[in-house]
């Protein structure tokens, strides 16, 4: 009974860890130190208060709750693996909100434009769980050859690679593609032997990351110059540019926009949006289309970088653009995403708690000359 006693006394104490690990490296943590006074996700928040409650008006509150709640992912089927995931999450509710539209019987618009973006990647498939269900995505394992069965995302940001509408022997840049969902997405279509994608990142550390996912959801025969290369005529352009991220400010301290020693490079993200727009802009050829894209709800970086970059495009390089309408898109797919009311130019998806994906700006040019 005694030696009974004793051995709970030990798991007692070996439940802290604390107790294996030898005094003299025990470190007592410094609050002063690793407690900032105004942490960023409470400055975001103030930031946020004061501009989207005047940009958003009535709809701020709603959207303020959803971003401040655990947000919804989908799951990306990876078709390269060969794990049939795809009838065990439907079994647990999942639907891939591409193909398995809910239908109102309020379309407005003809039955082959809304089949248009469909038809361009039949393979591409997103599951989500019904609005209002928050459960959560067990992560994926690897098949046999070590490539992973889906790859989690917002799924509002496989939008844009739908906008892009990308077809037989088209040339893709994807400019900013770390750290690879909309790449993924993209590579999901099957058709990388019927067209060239080029992805670019500037930052190392993000390019690291892009390189890492790649490896782990595309064999390697797909990974060569042949499939992805450098092109200087590039039809599509894919503009995922750098932003505020906003979800992320709110929710996590670390690497947030928003830290003190960062208001240089948050103050900087516009010029740098326009910068990566134009070069986009001038990487495709005439007649090619440029998506332009974001994740956050702020109208500077969103309409306000398209409407100085048309401008500029205009009067320093003689190009003309086009802006091309998604309302088709959002008509296809308003029962799964809840969208901005009324944007003069380009489509959003906000936060909602029944429906807790983006924000996701998402914008399309044409070049006409």
């Known amino acids: 009974m ?18 294996l690990t030898p005094r003299r490296y025990r470190v007592k943590e410094k609050w002063a130190a690793t407690h900032a006074k105004h942490p960023p996700t409470r400055l975001a928040l103030h930031h946020f208060d004061a501009t989207y409650s005047v940009q958003l008006g009535k709809l701020w509150p709603s959207v303020r709750v959803a971003m401040l709640s655990e947000r919804k992912y989908g799951a990306l089927l990876n078709n390269f693996c060969h794990d049939a995931v795809l009838v065990d999450l439907q079994a647990k509710g999942c639907r891939d909100f591409i193909t398995n539209r809910e239908e109102d019987g309020q ?13 361009c990647h039949p393979n591409i498939k997103c599951l989500v769980f019904p609005r209002g269900d928050v459960t ?10 070590g490539l992973l069965s889906y790859y989690l995302m917002d799924a509002a940001s496989v939008l844009p690679c739908l906008a892009l509408d990308v077809q037989e022997g088209h ?26 994608l080029c992805v ?6 993000r390019t690291m990351r892009l390189r890492k996912v790649l490896h782990s959801y595309v064999p390697k025969q797909f990974l060569t110059d042949e499939k992805l290369r450098i092109t200087s005529f590039d039809v599509q352009v894919l503009v995922d540019v750098p932003c505020t991220t906003d979800r992320h400010s709110l929710m996590e301290d670390d690497n947030n926009i928003f830290n003190k020693i960062r208001v240089g490079e948050r103050r900087r993200l516009p010029q740098l949006q326009l910068e990566l727009l134009l070069a986009g802009i001038e990487a495709a050829c005439p007649g090619g289309e440029i998506l332009y894209s974001t994740c956050t709800l702020s109208q500077n970086q969103n309409q306000g970088v398209v409407e100085q970059a048309i401008c500029l495009a205009r009067e320093n390089h003689g190009i003309q653009l086009e802006a091309v309408s998604l309302r088709p898109l959002t008509q296809m797919f308003r029962n799964t995403f809840h969208f901005a009311p009324d944007l003069h130019l380009g489509e959003m998806v906000i936060p909602h708690l029944a429906a807790n994906f983006g924000p996701i700006y998402m914008c399309k040019l044409k070049r006409l000359t």
């Open 2 to 19: 005694a030696l009974f006693m004793d051995t709970r006394l030990i798991l007692r104490k070996v439940t802290d860890l604390r107790c």
């Open 107 to 119: 379309c407005v618009f003809p039955v082959f434009t809304v089949n248009h973006y469909l038809s």
């Open 136 to 145: 959560r995505f067990k992560p994926a394992r690897p098949d046999a050859y």
């Open 171 to 196: 040339n893709v840049l994807d400019l900013c593609a770390a750290p690879g969902g909309k790449t993924l997405s993209l590579l999901q279509s099957q058709t990388i032997s019927k067209w060239f």
């Open 200 to 205: 670019n990142d500037t930052s190392v550390s």
